[in-house]
């Protein structure tokens, strides 16, 4: 069963619109983590964001903001007033506090290609 | 300073050779690892390394072989490529495995083809 889900597969806006990605997760897990990661076109993977288990505050990085809710097991990414290059794949990935083999095994979503258009 | 590197970028190699792909870390992290991405970007865990021993050791065929000569290197040697190893191959480090919490960083990418 995938851990982590990205319903999207492609997103388009035009600049300046507010756009957001879904995520949902599914551990068994009390103590996990969540991420989100950036591969821009020339192929890198960005780190954006950690959340631990135990922190269900959102966050808010200038354009960027996460919504992250246990009870729907979804962590959810916005970007405000969208910009070309915000255009990008984003990643969601789940690592749990396992032992053994699952020790910092990051379970990654199949990403959201998000276009944005001038 | 690049935080995670990988050499070479690109790889063209035909089927049944042998080929090997670098990373280095100058973080200080104790634990490194490689991932695939295939062709749909699905990005998925090979192997990973603490403090040189072997973590994490996914299924995948036995003609990929991890190395670590130290903690701040962790090479992949791939025998017999086939076509279906034709992927971008990614090597992220962390600042120790526990728990999971540390943030993996990930290099630029190693995209192989094999014809």
């Known amino acids: 069963a995938q851990k982590v889900t990205q319903a999207q597969t492609e997103i388009s806006v035009v600049e300046k619109e507010d756009v957001t990605l879904d995520c949902v997760y599914e551990?068994?897990?009390?103590?996990?983590?969540l991420f989100w990661y950036k591969q821009p076109p020339s192929g890198e993977l960005v780190f954006l964001i950690r959340?631990?288990?135990?922190?269900?505050q959102n966050e808010i990085s200038g354009r960027y903001s996460w919504n992250f809710q246990k009870s729907t097991s979804s962590f959810n990414f916005t970007i405000t007033a969208s910009q070309v290059v915000d255009s990008a794949v984003y990643f969601c990935?789940?690592?749990?506090?396992?032992?053994?083999?699952?020790?910092?095994?990051?379970?990654f979503g199949r990403g959201t290609q998000l276009t944005v258009w001038p | 300073d690049t935080a995670v590197s990988q050499t070479p970028k690109y790889l063209v190699t035909q089927m049944g050779n042998d080929k090997s792909i670098k990373c280095e870390q100058n973080?200080?992290?104790?634990?490194m690892y490689w991932y695939k991405q295939d062709s749909k970007k699905f990005l998925k865990i090979m192997f990973s390394?603490?403090?040189?021993?072997?973590?994490i050791n996914e299924t995948v065929p036995n003609r990929f072989s991890p190395k670590s000569p130290d903690k701040a290197h962790l090479n992949l040697h791939i025998n017999s490529l086939e076509l279906g190893d034709s992927a971008v191959y990614f090597c992220?480090?962390?600042?120790?495995?526990?728990?999971?919490?540390?943030?993996?960083?990930f290099g630029p990418g190693t995209r192989l083809t094999v014809l």
């Open positions: 992220a480090s962390s600042q120790d495995i526990a728990g999971g919490a540390d943030t993996q960083y």
């Open positions: 959340r631990n288990s135990f922190d269900e």
């Open positions: 551990t068994r897990d009390t103590t996990y983590y």
């Open positions: 990935a789940l690592s749990e506090a396992g032992r053994g083999s699952t020790l910092g095994r990051l379970y």
């Open positions: 973080l200080g992290h104790d634990t």
């Open positions: 390394y603490n403090n040189k021993e072997l973590i």
